[in-house]
């Protein structure tokens, strides 16, 4: 099973409007936290928010806010007032505090791409 | 500080050539990582070390190999490269998260990125 799974390959939104990006993820561990990067066409990878599994309230940086729903599983990012430098691919991503050895990897999505239109 | 940097930022090799990929970061941080990254997936991991003198293998391992002789360089090997291999790479580094440290970030810091092409 896909520990992270984002279901909207693609999506539009106008600019100035509001945009929520999909994220689930499967996880046994009591102890994990969750990002979201976005990448540009120039392919960084830019972090943008992260929320702690023991986190109560929902992160917020800017004009990015993330949509925490621990019972569900959920972790939505919700991005205000979109503008045209927002178009780009959005990746969520999970670490778990018990898994790979110690490692703290990151386990990515596939991505969503957004594209604002003027 | 420069952060992540990543040499080179594109190559094109030959069917069972070898090279060297290097990351290198300026921010003391004790943890590296190498993901590759394919059309319509997200960020894989290959390697990745939790100190000066340590590597471990990630998700999808084979083929390549690493080593960390100093704390601030990561360096990804392809001994013979495959056509499966085109791809593109980055490195990223964090510092060490603590199991009690989830309310804060710690996230990881990417590289640009290089773009491996094998013919």
């Known amino acids: 099973a896909q520990k992270i799974t984002q279901t909207q390959p693609g999506m539009f939104v106008q600019e100035k409007e509001a945009v929520t990006l999909d994220c689930t993820y499967d996880?046994?561990?009591?102890?994990?936290?969750l990002f979201w990067y976005k990448q540009p066409s120039s392919g960084e990878m830019i972090f943008l928010i992260y929320?702690?599994?023991?986190?109560?309230q929902n992160a917020t940086e800017g004009r990015y806010s993330l949509n925490f729903q621990k019972a569900r599983k959920s972790a939505n990012l919700v991005i205000s007032a979109s503008q045209l430098g927002d178009s780009a691919m959005y990746f969520c991503?999970?670490?778990?505090?018990?898994?790979?050895?110690?490692?703290?990897?990151?386990?990515f999505g596939k991505g969503t791409k957004l594209s604002v239109i003027p | 500080n420069a952060g992540v940097t990543q040499t080179p930022k594109f190559r094109v090799l030959k069917t069972g050539q070898s090279m060297t990929l290097l990351c290198a970061q300026d921010?003391?941080?004790?943890?590296m990582y190498w993901y590759r990254q394919d059309p319509g997936m997200g960020l894989r991991l290959i390697h990745y070390?939790?100190?000066?003198?340590?590597?471990a293998k990630g998700e999808v391992p084979d083929g390549y190999n690493v080593s960390r002789l100093k704390k601030q360089n990561f360096l990804l090997g392809l001994e013979s490269a495959a056509p499966s291999q085109t791809s593109v790479y980055f490195c990223?580094?964090?510092?060490?998260?603590?199991?009690?440290?989830?309310?804060?970030?710690?996230?990881?810091?990417f590289g640009p990125g290089t773009r491996l092409t094998v013919l």
């Open positions: 990223a580094s964090s510092t060490i998260p603590g199991l009690a440290s989830f309310s804060s970030y710690n996230e990881q810091f």
């Open positions: 996880t046994s561990d009591p102890s994990y936290g």
């Open positions: 929320q702690g599994s023991y986190d109560q």
């Open positions: 991503a999970m670490r778990e505090a018990y898994s790979g050895a110690g490692s703290y990897q990151l386990t």
């Open positions: 921010m003391n941080h004790e943890y």
């Open positions: 070390s939790v100190g000066e003198g340590t590597t």
